[in-house]
Each structure stands twice: as structure tokens, then as C-alpha cells.
């Protein structure tokens, strides 16, 4: 590490501005008194929000395509979700597909 | 404290414990990467305290650890961080407590915290989902990258274990019961597909806030429908000027 005091600025920097967010977000909620359907569409906002935070972050690393092992696991998981499977085997089922695929040579 | 225990049912407190458990694992590598990157322990340790968002973190280290300024780190990292202002909209008031409890409930946004709180289905119950598991990403997460720092190289290798899967099957297990409605899962569909033909092109985080305009075919849509318990809404949206 180079230059700890510039480090110890950007960390700063991050830790502030991401408390920031966190706030702004539920001052402005407060703020405003929102009719009923317009709350129903700032939690269907945070599901689409989480929906691509899950596309992105099973298919991709970096700009480029994640291998597929990974989102063979979350597609797994997706699926036994979706027929309803308990919490714990949906996400050990992702860890354990993603990890054996690569056991078998799949990137 | 106490009062968590009692609202939520033991199936929902043990799928946030497994939740915190993954977030530990993350935060071993998370602490071991920093540590074999050149890093300080004092830095992914002092970081997963103060940021206490993972992803950010891992940005901010790979960027300064590659040569690049910390300031252009922390921007990036910013980046990534920005959805938590729609979360802040999304979650009903009071959730994140008030008063002072507040400034803690505040720090403790995160997606896992969010996402449970989303799930639960009456306020008292989201509040105690949102403290549950914040509280615990506030343990596990800081004590996940201690260790796998003092521990290092050992831990590196996550990918072997599978556990990057696991991020995304945890957010995906919870979102699944609002994707059954059809008209949420085309939006989130969409939005998906934007953020994903967006990620080879711009830095991390813009691609996941492109998506938020997918939430524009749930308007136009229930706007339309010509559904019964719909009508008062589309009568309120025909006599707006």
C-alpha cells in the first residue's frame, strides 16, 4: 500500500457516501406521502433492482461472462425455489452444483 | 433483542442465520484477498465495519491494490452503492427504527437485510426480519474478513467451495415468491435483460440502476388492466391533469 493517508480518504470517502445513500433514500420516503399503489411500486422497483443484482452477479465477473458453473448453481436454486424447497437446501444446492461442475473441469 | 426472537417464526430466523453463514464465508475471502493484495488487516477490517457493503469493498481493494487512485476506488465503489437509496424508498417507515436506533438501522441496509425485510408481511415482522439480519451481516461480515486475513492464503480459493453462488441464490430464494405474479416477473425479467446487455460496457453498479426503468412496464400496465380492484386507480390516474 502506497500512500496510507490517501487509502485511509478514499475509505472515508466510500464509508460516508454509502451511509449517505442509505439515508437519502428513507428521508425522501419520509418526506413524501405515497398513495398506496405508488408503495407497491417502490417494492416492485427494489424486486426488479435485486432481480438484475442476481442476473449480474451469476453471469457476469468483471465486463466479461462469469464460466458457467456458477449460474448453472443459481439456475438450480432458481428452480427449487420456485417448487417451493426450503431455504437451505436452495442455497447449499447452488454452492454444491457450482462447486462440482468445476470439480468436473467446467469453467 | 428479545423482541426479534419472538416476532419471527424459527424457519425464517435459521434462513437468516444460513444467509449470515454465506456472508461470513464471502468475508473470509473478502479479508484474505485484501491481506495478499498488500493490504493491512487494519484495511478490509476497518472497511467491512465502516462501508459494511461487500461488493463495494472488494472494488475499492482491487482497484487500489492494480495501481488505481483511491478516490477513483471510492467512486466506483459508490457506484455500486447507490441502489441503496431506492432501498431506502422501498422499505415502509420505521423499519430501520427510529430516533437513534435509526443512525444504526440505517448502516445495517444491506441486500440480504433488505430482501428479508421485502419477504415478511406485516411491518412488525419486516422490522424484526431487517434488524435480524443486519445485525448478523454486522457480525459476520467484519469478523469473516479478520479472520480470513489472519488466516489468508488458506481461504483464498473460494471459487473451489462454489460459495460465489451463493450471493445470488440467497437474493433469488427470497425474490421468488414476488416473481410468482406474472406482471412483476416480465418487469424483473426486463430489467435483468438490461442490466446484463449493459455489463460489458459500464463500470460496475450503473448496469443493476439501468434496470429500474423496467418498473415503468408495471404503470403502464396496471394503468390498462382492466381488472375490478384496479378501476379506483384508473379512475385517480384519469382525473389527474
Redesign the interface.
Known amino acids: 500500500?502506497k500512500?496510507p493517508t490517501?487509502?485511509v480518504?478514499?475509505?472515508?470517502?466510500?464509508?460516508a457516501?454509502?451511509?449517505a445513500?442509505?439515508?437519502?433514500?428513507?428521508?425522501?420516503?419520509?418526506r413524501i406521502t405515497f398513495?398506496p399503489?405508488a408503495?407497491r411500486?417502490?417494492?416492485?422497483?427494489?424486486?426488479?433492482?435485486?432481480?438484475?443484482?442476481?442476473?449480474?452477479?451469476?453471469?457476469?465477473e468483471g465486463?466479461?461472462f462469469s464460466g458457467f458453473?456458477?449460474p448453472a448453481?443459481?439456475l438450480v436454486?432458481?428452480v427449487l425455489?420456485?417448487r417451493k424447497a426450503p431455504?437451505?437446501v436452495?442455497?447449499i444446492?447452488?454452492?454444491?452444483?457450482?462447486?462440482?461442475l468445476?470439480?468436473a473441469g467446467v469453467p | 433483542m428479545r423482541s426479534i426472537w419472538r416476532t419471527l417464526d424459527r424457519?425464517v430466523l435459521?434462513?437468516i442465520g444460513?444467509?449470515c453463514l454465506?456472508v461470513f464465508f464471502i468475508g473470509l475471502s473478502y479479508g484474505a484477498i485484501a491481506v495478499s493484495s498488500?493490504?493491512?488487516l487494519w484495511?478490509p477490517a476497518?472497511?467491512s465495519v465502516?462501508?459494511?457493503?461487500g461488493?463495494?469493498?472488494f472494488l475499492?481493494v482491487g482497484i487500489?491494490a492494480a495501481g488505481g487512485?483511491?478516490?477513483a476506488?471510492?467512486?466506483a465503489?459508490?457506484l455500486v452503492?447507490?441502489?441503496?437509496?431506492?432501498?431506502?424508498?422501498?422499505?415502509?417507515?420505521g423499519v430501520?427504527g427510529r430516533r437513534w436506533g435509526?443512525l444504526l438501522g440505517?448502516?445495517v441496509?444491506n441486500?440480504e437485510s433488505?430482501?428479508f425485510a421485502?419477504a415478511q408481511p406485516d411491518p412488525a415482522r419486516k422490522r424484526a426480519a431487517y434488524w435480524a439480519c443486519g445485525l448478523g451481516v454486522l457480525a459476520c461480515w467484519p469478523g469473516g474478513a479478520v479472520i480470513g486475513g489472519l488466516i489468508g492464503s488458506a481461504v483464498h480459493d473460494t471459487?473451489?467451495?462454489?460459495?460465489?453462488?451463493?450471493?445470488?441464490?440467497?437474493?433469488?430464494?427470497?425474490?421468488?415468491k414476488?416473481?410468482r405474479d406474472a406482471r412483476?416477473l416480465r418487469?424483473?425479467?426486463a430489467?435483468?435483460?438490461?442490466?446484463?446487455a449493459a455489463?460489458?460496457?459500464l463500470p460496475a453498479g450503473l448496469?443493476?440502476?439501468?434496470?429500474?426503468p423496467?418498473?415503468l412496464l408495471?404503470?403502464r400496465e396496471?394503468a390498462v388492466t382492466p381488472q375490478a380492484d384496479r378501476q379506483p386507480?384508473v379512475a385517480?390516474a384519469g382525473s389527474t391533469p
Open positions: 500500500m500512500n490517501l487509502v480518504a478514499g475509505m472515508a470517502t466510500l464509508a457516501g454509502t451511509y445513500f442509505r439515508l437519502s433514500g428513507q428521508l425522501l420516503r419520509a398513495p399503489r408503495a411500486l417502490l417494492e416492485a422497483a427494489a424486486v426488479i433492482l435485486l432481480a438484475a443484482l442476481v442476473a449480474t452477479t451469476a453471469l457476469t465486463h466479461g458453473a456458477r448453481g443459481v436454486a432458481g425455489a420456485w431455504f437451505l436452495v442455497v444446492a447452488a454452492a454444491a452444483v457450482t462447486a462440482l468445476r470439480l | 424457519r435459521a434462513d444460513l444467509t454465506a498488500g493490504f493491512p484495511v476497518a472497511q465502516l462501508v459494511l457493503a461488493a463495494s469493498e475499492f487500489v487512485s483511491p478516490f476506488a471510492a467512486l465503489g459508490l452503492n447507490s441502489r441503496h437509496l431506492p432501498y431506502g424508498l422501498a422499505l415502509p417507515p430501520t435509526r440505517t448502516h441496509m441486500d433488505v430482501v421485502l471459487g473451489a467451495f462454489g460459495l460465489d453462488a451463493m450471493f445470488p441464490a440467497v437474493i433469488l430464494a427470497l425474490i421468488v414476488d416473481l412483476t418487469a424483473a425479467l430489467g435483468a435483460a438490461i442490466a446484463l455489463a460489458p460496457f448496469p443493476v440502476l439501468l434496470a429500474l423496467a418498473v408495471l404503470v396496471s386507480v385517480q
